[in-house]
């Protein structure tokens, strides 16, 4: 059976305005971004695969971070996270490259807390966050993930990091 790690990224700060797609990190936002990143090499959770939303802000967030992480990593743009659905969260989850042992989505709330919300114990209180109170900007939840990507589901899934990054 194969292990995975799945990364949970909720966009860092951003400014506000419209169009919504196009709405921009701030300085803290960036500053958060790579704090995410450099946290990521520290607790080695590089993913070898990256799904952001299409919008500005998660393009942003992913490539701060990934400054602050000194990574390369491909990326692919996938509309679903934008869509800010939880089911479509896990149909991108369910179809991440098997030979991804790491992956992480990069998106918006309030799908990316409520999808950490739904694969996290409510007895959980070890985290850092508790993604069924709050699920800030620039915050990460890990899970490991028992199978294949396409089993993605709240029994193949277990909660080992949640953290909001500031830089």
Sequence with gaps: MTAHRLLLIRHAKTEQGSPDVQRALTDRGRRDARALGEWL??????PGHVVVSPAVRAKQTWRFAAEGASAQVPVSVDDRIYSNDVDGLVEVVRTLPESAEVAALVGHNPSMQELAAAW???????????????????TVAVFTVDGEWGDADATTLRPIAIETLRG
């Design 41 to 46: 090499r520290a607790n080695e959770h590089i």
């Design 120 to 138: 996290t114990p409510a007895t959980e209180a070890s985290y850092g966050v508790d993604p069924h109170r709050d699920f800030p900007t620039a």
